[in-house]
């Protein structure tokens, strides 16, 4: 069983930066890939980033390349999110997901924090 703790989430003025933290615990030998998914009222849970524990692969939605920076420090099996020139359509409930292969589907990660709202004000 793995446990996943988020933090950072918060109200930022557009333009604005917030860094959000994911702690694993547990069978953390079971969080090869790391990453954050987001959920707006309406629309689906759509992938954001994700990084590969070992390589240093990354992934990135085409809506967040450029301005988001996925990170992770394996010594303390955290994965960071640091979003930069945030924009009111990145306000979404933002979800930490850990599993075992590198895809984008959200249904085929094992592990799930509980979320952290991000609001992006104009």
């Known amino acids: 069983q793995v446990r996943l703790v988020e933090s950072g989430g918060g109200l930022v003025q557009a333009g604005g930066s917030l860094r959000l933290s994911c702690a694993a615990s547990?069978?953390?030998?079971?969080?090869?890939?790391m990453g954050w998914f987001r959920q707006a009222p309406g629309k689906e849970r759509e992938f954001v980033a994700i990084?590969?524990?070992?390589?240093?692969?990354?992934l990135y939605a085409d809506s967040v390349k450029g301005r988001f920076t996925i990170s992770r420090d394996n010594a303390k099996n955290t994965v960071y999110l640091q979003m930069n020139s945030l924009k009111p359509e990145d306000t979404a409930v933002y979800y930490c997901?850990?599993?075992?292969?590198?895809?984008?589907?959200?249904?085929?990660?094992?592990?799930w924090g509980q979320g952290t709202q991000v609001t992006v004000s104009s």
């Open positions: 997901a850990a599993g075992a292969f590198i895809v984008v589907d959200n249904t085929l990660y094992d592990y």
């Open positions: 547990g069978r953390t030998f079971s969080t090869n890939v």
């Open positions: 990084r590969v524990r070992s390589g240093g692969t990354t």
